[in-house]
């Protein structure tokens, strides 16, 4: 066989090999997280936008919910506004949240929408705020370690940072029927219309429940969740989550990550997946292959099986 033929058989062998999966996730939902971290290069943003067009022709309906803490930082340091982050929150205050609202609301959200457009999609970009979507209320951190042993546990105030109380369905329905791609800004409102920044992972997590998706995608920027030597586990459950976060292998902005996934698998979502956003066409290899791509989170007690 010549050269040209080989490559049409690989050809033929990688779409057969996706055929299972693309006639078991026609019509399903699919939540992709994408992190800011996982937009390192033009390269990245733009296969990220061909993966999302692509499942979207192939009948499955994706809904991506964006990060953009990265962004965020560079913007307050031009700004000189100093940042800190508690358990992979960042504490917001005033002039924090005007910055995280034109961040998310604006640049990272409208990038994301032209990428997916300029590739032949149609994304329509939202913030909670749209159409009130996300009910959002003041989240207050409670710190155990300081405290814990004068007998104690501590509420810290980190300012305007929220947690979803409520997703209004309407509008991400009404987008997909009519063919649209959401992308969605973690941005919150509550009852008396106040903003509030939300982790992006904590409403994807919620968003893919409340539509009961098939599956939660987190793109971020390790090759999934790491072991204490360095090592990709490719499965987690409940039990060794708890182990990992309780040692310290599993801190910062994995934290939100992994307990968003575990909330989401345990409310009906079939699989959630940590995968490495900074691989070329991570999502397909993800949806599409045997191996799949990163760490496998699942709500039984042993279960590490790729491309549940
Ligand atoms: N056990 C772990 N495995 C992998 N990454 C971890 C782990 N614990 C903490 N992290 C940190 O979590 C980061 C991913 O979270 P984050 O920076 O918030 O990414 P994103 O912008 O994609 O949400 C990693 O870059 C890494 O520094
Ligand atoms: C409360 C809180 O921490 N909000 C995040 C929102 C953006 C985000 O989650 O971005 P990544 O997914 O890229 O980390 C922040 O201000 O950075």
């Avoid at 803490?69 to 000189?80: A, F, Y």
């Avoid at 987690?236 to 968003?260: A, F, R, S, Y």
Wanted: proline share 2%.
């Amino acid at each position: 066989m010549t050269d040209s033929n080989n490559n049409k058989s690989d050809i033929a062998h990688i779409l057969t090999e996706a055929l299972p999966y693309l006639q078991r996730f026609a019509s399903k939902t699919i939540v992709v997280k994408y992190g800011g971290n996982a937009m390192e290069s033009e390269e990245l943003q733009n296969s990220f936008a061909r993966d999302i067009v692509l499942l979207k022709a192939v009948g499955i309906n994706p809904v991506v919910v964006h990060g953009g803490g990265p962004q965020i930082g560079e913007l307050l340091e031009r700004l000189n506004i100093k940042t800190r982050f508690v358990d992979g929150m960042r504490v917001t205050d005033s002039e924090t949240m005007d910055v995280v609202q034109m961040v998310l609301g604006g640049l990272v959200n409208k990038e994301i929408v032209s990428l997916i457009n300029k590739n032949g999609g149609r994304a329509i970009g939202i913030t909670g705020k749209d159409g009130d979507f996300i009910w959002a209320q003041k989240l207050h951190k409670i710190s155990d370690s300081d405290t814990a042993s004068a007998g104690g546990r501590e509420i810290i105030d980190i300012g305007h940072v929220g947690e979803v109380k409520a997703i209004n369905t309407d509008i991400l329905t009404m987008l997909e029927k009519s063919d649209f791609i959401p992308v969605i800004a973690p941005i919150g409102v509550d009852d008396h219309g106040k903003s509030y920044n939300i982790n992006a992972d904590l409403v994807a997590g919620k968003v893919a429940e409340v539509l009961h998706a098939e599956k939660l995608i987190l793109l971020t920027n390790t090759r999934g969740v790491l072991d204490d030597n360095g090592k990709t586990i490719t499965g987690l459950n409940v039990e060794q989550v708890n182990e990992l976060i309780k040692d310290g292998t599993i801190h910062g902005g994995m934290l939100p990550k992994i307990q968003c996934a575990l909330d989401a698998v345990r409310s009906g979502v079939n699989a959630a997946h940590i995968i490495d956003g900074r691989v070329i066409h991570a999502l397909l290899l993800e949806i599409f292959t045997e191996q799949g791509v990163g760490t496998l989170i699942s709500s039984t007690p042993s279960s590490s099986t790729r491309n549940t």
